[in-house]
């Protein structure tokens, strides 16, 4: 059974970079059988999708120019950086594995951005 754990600090500065992990077990993410990816959920608001990678990295169009997402397949596991943080990229990050219509969620992690 796939499990998703996300990592990364809980208070990040504003322009600052926003580094989080996501630790696979349970299967390995070299499978191109799916997408990797990052969403996100800011207060209030509903599901957003940041970019997904399979290989290359797919992202979304608003947020392209700040994101990247990068994998290291000898410890199992993907990364997202966004750049430039302001508190409007406060939420609650998750990763996922994406096959389809159908996603394994890790459990989410809160990143504030804030002085």
């Known amino acids: 059974q796939v499990q998703l754990q996300e990592s990364g600090p809980d208070l990040v500065k504003p322009s600052q970079t926003l580094s989080l992990t996501c630790t696979v077990s349970?299967?390995?993410?070299?499978?191109?059988?799916?997408?990797w990816a990052w969403i996100r959920q800011s207060p209030g608001k509903g599901l957003e999708w940041m970019g997904a990678?399979?290989?290359?990295?797919y992202y979304s169009p608003s947020l392209k120019s700040r994101t990247a997402i990068s994998r290291d397949t000898s410890k199992n596991h993907f990364t997202l950086q966004l750049n430039s943080v302001t508190p409007e990229d406060t939420a609650v990050y998750y990763c996922?594995?994406?096959?389809?219509?159908?996603?394994?969620w890790g459990q989410g992690t809160q990143v504030t951005v804030s002085a």
């Open positions: 996922a594995r994406v096959q389809g219509s159908y996603f394994d």
């Open positions: 990678i399979l290989g290359s990295a």
């Open positions: 349970g299967t390995s993410i070299t499978s191109n059988s799916y997408y």
